[in-house]
Each structure stands twice: as C-alpha cells, then as structure tokens.
C-alpha cells in the first residue's frame, strides 16, 4: 500500500498487491499505515532527515515513510525491500510530485 498523506487527510492512496484484493486485508494494510502516523509525528519532531526509513514493522510488513519539506508524508507498507529501493522510489516519487505541484494547469 502507497499512501500521501497531507496535514490532516490522505491525498493519494494505491494497493500495489495483488494479494490486497481481498476487502478485509486492504482494510487493514490502512489501518496498519494510519496507526503509524503517530509515530511518523514523533520521528519528526527529533529528526530533520526526510527518509524516515522503517517507522513501524507489524507482522511481515514494514512501513516505511518520507516526509517532504511542506510536511507532506509518504508512505509505504511494503513487505522485504531492501533500504535502497524504497530510497529510490521515494526520491522518484518526490520528484513526480515536485513536477505536479508546479504544474501551472494545477489546481488544489
């Protein structure tokens, strides 16, 4: 599960697994990545790196979450990824949403 969270509401939201399909794991795949707000609050506050990296492991999962310098998170459940991968896709993420966001045709 990807999510972009903004201040207070989720912006964007995207199941990347296939086994997700099923309604009561989607469920709770947002229920795992919305416990973990709390703690990507506090990681926040005692850090200044965007890559938060590993915010919280339940089970298999790992949530991994990015913080952009509006205070926008992104967030990712993701199960044995290595590091680096959800690094890059981070930054290729970033990136995408930085182009978007300038988009002069954009409305928000």
């Not at 990015?66 to 680096?84: A, S, V, W």
């Amino acid at each position: 599960l990807f999510m972009i969270v903004g201040s207070k509401e989720p912006l964007y939201s995207l199941e990347l697994s296939a086994q997700a399909a099923d309604e009561s794991q989607s469920h709770l795949n947002q229920f795992i990545v919305h416990s973990a707000l709390d703690l990507v609050d506090r990681m926040a506050y005692t850090t200044n790196a965007t890559n938060l990296r590993t915010v919280d492991r339940v089970y298999e999962q790992t949530v991994s979450c990015f913080l952009t310098p509006g205070n926008i998170k992104f967030m990712l459940l993701h199960e044995g990824r290595t590091e680096d991968s959800v690094r890059s896709f981070f930054l290729e993420t970033h990136e995408l949403y930085v182009k978007f966001l300038l988009n002069p045709f954009y409305e928000y």
